[in-house]
């Protein structure tokens, strides 16, 4: 009984043993491993607290459907990092990251509301740990709009 025990035993410990990464190395750069040299990862993945990570993609809404332009300043909270504020449908904009605070501005391709999906950030963490700290939004004449409001989704 004793024999058959110890073979069971064996059996469970070489699978266990089999089943385990234990001292897998982990590649700078990959999923889920450190971030390589400079914050880089590899395509697709985005370097937050110096671990490589996919990125969380979230729209920005301006609250004034008469606002051309605007100026933005984000807040990061710990754990929560912007990594890139991206331009599209002919919005025009720069965006500067100073952390714990991402500064970026942005106008209208035209004289028209600005497009719903034209500003996006990519973080590394969840939209819900960056802040909106300040906006400033103009409209056509450049005057400024008093109760204009950014909303990061």
């Not at 043993?17 to 993945?45: F, I, M, R, Y």
């Not at 004034?64 to 919005?91: K, P």
Request: charged share 15%; glycine share 10%.
């Amino acid at each position: 009984m004793s024999n058959r025990f110890a073979v069971l035993m064996m059996m469970w410990f070489s699978l266990v043993v089999s089943a385990c990464t234990c001292g897998t190395p982990c590649t700078p750069g990959a999923k889920d491993c450190t971030c390589k040299e400079a914050s880089v990862c590899d395509e697709g993945l985005v370097c937050g607290e110096n671990k490589c990570v996919a990125p969380t993609t979230a729209g920005v809404q301006v609250s004034d459907a008469n606002a051309r332009g605007c100026e933005v300043l984000l807040t990061e909270s710990a754990g929560n990092t912007v990594t890139e504020v991206t331009f599209s449908n002919g919005v025009e904009g720069a965006f500067v990251r100073e952390a714990p605070r991402v500064a970026f501005s942005f106008v209208a391709p035209t004289d028209a509301r600005l497009p719903s999906a034209g500003v996006g950030v990519s973080i590394a963490g969840a939209p819900s740990g960056i802040t909106v700290s300040k906006v400033s939004c103009v409209d056509s004449a450049g005057q400024k709009l008093a109760n204009a409001t950014v909303t990061i989704r």
